[in-house]
């Protein structure tokens, strides 16, 4: 232990679940919890929808939230209860002081500006003109704003106030890592002494879903557990709408705030396989070998997205150490993308802060874990590229 | 024996490599005879149609094979070409760079061309649904990875062997600055020798220009193309839309003078601070810009007097402009007067996620060739900001530090002060 280490103190955390990290726990501790879904609206795709959220309990002035889109919102919104829970919102002091990671991907485009462009299109032959004559009398002028990558923590900045720093990183789960990993590092360096990382997903909007389906990664027909979509219709993806950040704090400055410490956050480690030089099996293993396990039965918080070759490989991986407990949260809140890993290590956080590991989500595939985990693992491998793990351990 | 480490006891961070490509031309050679002669590379737009447009005029780069095929694409070549000639410049193995990359780039979505023809390839369904349809009947990865926002940074870590999860990152407007402080920052912590920084936009699509006009940011001023980009000016109404690249290899001293490598120019302070203001507007008071200035000082270990020229961030905005004045001259006081001041964007327009990248690659030939570039256009100079802009002509002065700033939508500032010198 020692004044540099890295500390969680705050976790603010949405999904199809609920909100916060007290519902989250509570509802994942229950076993045999069902996910919620959603399959009718971009049949054949299910989704885990957002839940009902008000907003104005962490973006208090309407202007603010239709400045906006939902992903922007929902981030915004997680990234106040990750400040709220760690007694640092409302302090000028310290949020004036606070560096902020977010990982970020796009925001949500105008579905029927563009469906109405598209149709057109099917009747036009300059269809470059076509665009230029529609987008510059049917988008809404701040449309761009709201949709825009580094304005999720640019809304944070106005909301919040937290203005110390303010990076966005972009590249789905890798951007989530390499935010952790990056805070981390800043606060062992001594560099920063709390900051705020994090990120926030929406897919209930079609580009998003897209994203994925370009490469065919969507899982089709019946919802079936993270770890059973092998071989079944589609690639094995089944999104989720959700945020997760955290206060990462160096564990003197929250010792001398008194404040409550979920965990320590330990090794932050990442990767880039060359998948189709066959490198992921090797590249898990050497991330296994890096994050220096701790002896004995280890739960481990798992971010696999169903992504069919990415989980197979991180399965067997996870398979083949006696030790490991794996829960795969994808099954019960589906792939956040850029969230994902962040919200992987808030699960971590809170096991090890409550004592308790989770129960199987998937009792046919994931083995019981009947200690009092100490140290966590959270691991994110990308389902198309980009591959890291974090330790968790007791604070 | 040179000092290895800086007054807060880090390793000094070198750069050995400098790459650049803008509307000016591949490479340093071509930029900066182009840049010192006081040429605008700003022209009619000829990319796309530019009916119901009200701004026709950008800063394109059209003369690469990938120009017109989409943002992704151009993009990473413009990439690869500015990073391929900062890794040659240093001496290093192109094919293993041995460090971590820091890509600054714009965000990706799927391309209207591409749209469009997914949408026209089928005839079921209609909108969202049919897109999705066609989505997953695909072959191939081509149209996949132009949306992933991860995909750019890992052809690139292919294509240079660098080391471990590349980061992709947005600042806006400040991306390129925030590439290189990330590469700073990884060298000073020891995590690695040295660290491959680029900044790359090539993502002025019709929609790009279309968003920006919708937020009054970009000038109108269509009729003479080269004359639209003037900050500082009593009539500046806008940036101009523009593509670059800049990428710069930063090493820790030490390793690079173990190698014999050229010292090109220290990298020797980075400060940020972010503005809880509004979305596209800076606070009145101009406090965070003047903050991440000072941020800077500090982190260099540099007196306000001790800077010699400042590469403005100069976008030719109303806004900008102004605010950049004020901060610049509460940091400055007085001695703001007499210290040169230009904008590049004059000539080379806005270069976006490119910008603090390719500025602080000219910053640094500005200290190494002892000539100031200019700021063009300056011919009704503003009569409420009195800077020496460098007006027009460039100037041949000793610069010994650069202070380069750069300011984004999003309350984005972050600024960089570079040395000729390690001490």
Redesign the interface.
Known sequence: MSRHDVVISGIGLVSSLGEGPDAHWRKLVHPGLEPVLEAARFSP?TVHPLPEIDWNLQIAKRGDQR?METWQRLGTYAAGMALDDAGIKGNDDLCTTMD?VVA???GE?D?AV??DI??A??SRN????L???K???E?R?????AQ????L???I??VH????????????E??G??AV??AA??IR?G?STHILVGGAFQTEH??M???Y????Y?H?GPWRPVWQRQGLD?GGVVTGSGGAFLVLEQREHAISRGRKIYAELGPVV???A?RRQGELDAEIAALLSQAALPNGELLTISGASGAHAATAAEKSALDANPAIAARGFSTLTGHMKEAQFPFAVALAALAVERKAAYPAFDAATEKPFNGIPRTVLATAI?Y?????MALVNAA | MANLNDHMGRPIVAVTGIGVVTSLGVGKADNWAALTAGTSGIHPITR??????NTRISGTVDFLPSSSKGASLLTYDLAEIAAQEAVAEAGLDSGDFGGPLFLA?P????D?SE??SL??SDKHD???????RV??G?KG?D??ET?????I??RL??RFGTR?????????CASGA?SIQ?GV?AI??G?CDRALSIGADGSAT??AL??????SALSTHNDIPEKASKPFSRDRDGFVLAEGSGALVLESLEAALARGATILGILRGCG?????????RSKPDGS?AIAAVRAALGDAGLGEDEIDYVNAHGTSTPENDKMEHLSLSTVFGERIGSMPISSNKSMIGHTLSAAGAVEAAFSLMTMRESVIPPTINYDNPDPAIVLDVVPNQKRNAEVGTVLSNSF?????NTCLVMAREPV
């Open positions: 795709y400045q902020m970020a991907g796009g485009r579905e563009d469906a598209l149709a299109s099917e300059d269809r470059d003109v665009l230029n004559e987008l510059t009398t988008l002028p701040t449309l761009f704003l825009l990558s580094n304005l923590a640019g809304n900045s106005i106030k937290v203005t110390g720093s303010s990076r966005t990183f972009m590249g789905e890798g951007a890592v390499a990993e990056t590092a800043r360096s560099q079609s580009d879903l897209l994203g389906e370009l490469a065919g969507l089709r589609g990442s990767g880039r060359i990308g198309h590229q980009f591959e890291g | 796309f149609p530019v009916d119901h447009l780039s965000p990706v979505e799927l209207w749209r469009f949408y026209n209609v909108g969202a649904e049919r897109l999705l989505a997953r695909l990865l149209v996949f949306t992933q926002f991860g995909s940074a890992d870590a292919d471990g999860l590349p980061i992709t990152l947005s600042t806006a925030t990330l920052e000073r912590r995590e019709a929609e279309i968003r920006f006009s919708l937020l940020e601070k972010a503005d809880d203001f509004h979305r596209t965070p984004g939508f999003g309350g984005q």
